[in-house]
């Protein structure tokens, strides 16, 4: 999987540092406790940049390139930070045929980032998914819990406006 670049600037904080070194004293002397450091990093900081990917490295002992190839490997790991308002455009067979590449591409263009990135202001995140269970509907996207169905691209400028 490739590294999904930032476009956020790394803005962990005192305490959650703190959190984090809190964590790794706690479970760095167990076996296995690499994924479980992660794991509690993630929730710490909501994602895994390479900032706190070293800050494990360099408190466990870890090589900095197993905690990345790990970051990578799992899905449940991100390395860039999620949006206040994370859409996810469905890619599913029904919405991929009704035309959800479109509005995925039209949201690549108006929010000027690549799928898997977020915007530099932290405002919208955006994201590929197979489905949402709203087939009947298609193509569709969530922002948030809501769902938006029926989509074409020039719909998708008024909807992000209400955001």
Not at 17 to 32: H, S, Y
Not at 72 to 85: H, N, S
Not at 121 to 138: I, Q, T
Not at 155 to 162: D, R, S, V, Y
């Amino acid at each position: 999987m490739a590294c999904k670049v930032t476009t956020v600037p790394f803005r962990g904080t005192k305490e959650q540092e703190e959190k984090l070194m809190a964590v790794i004293a706690e479970l760095k002397d167990q076996p296995g406790s690499l994924m479980p450091i992660m794991q509690k990093a993630q929730d710490i900081y909501g994602y895994l940049p390479i900032e706190v990917q070293t800050m494990i490295s360099d408190a466990t002992g870890a090589p900095l390139e197993k905690i990345y190839g790990i970051s990578t490997f799992y899905a449940q790991f991100a390395l860039a930070p999620k949006g206040e308002y994370r859409i996810s455009v469905c890619l599913g067979t029904a919405c991929y045929v009704k035309g959800s590449q479109a509005v995925l591409d039209k949201l690549i263009e108006l929010l000027k980032i690549k799928e898997g990135e977020c915007t530099p202001d932290g405002k919208f995140s955006l994201e590929a998914c197979r489905c949402v269970g709203a087939c009947g509907l298609a193509p569709v996207m969530m922002i948030n819990e809501d769902v938006y169905g029926r989509l074409t691209p020039d719909m998708i400028e008024g909807i992000l406006a209400k955001y």
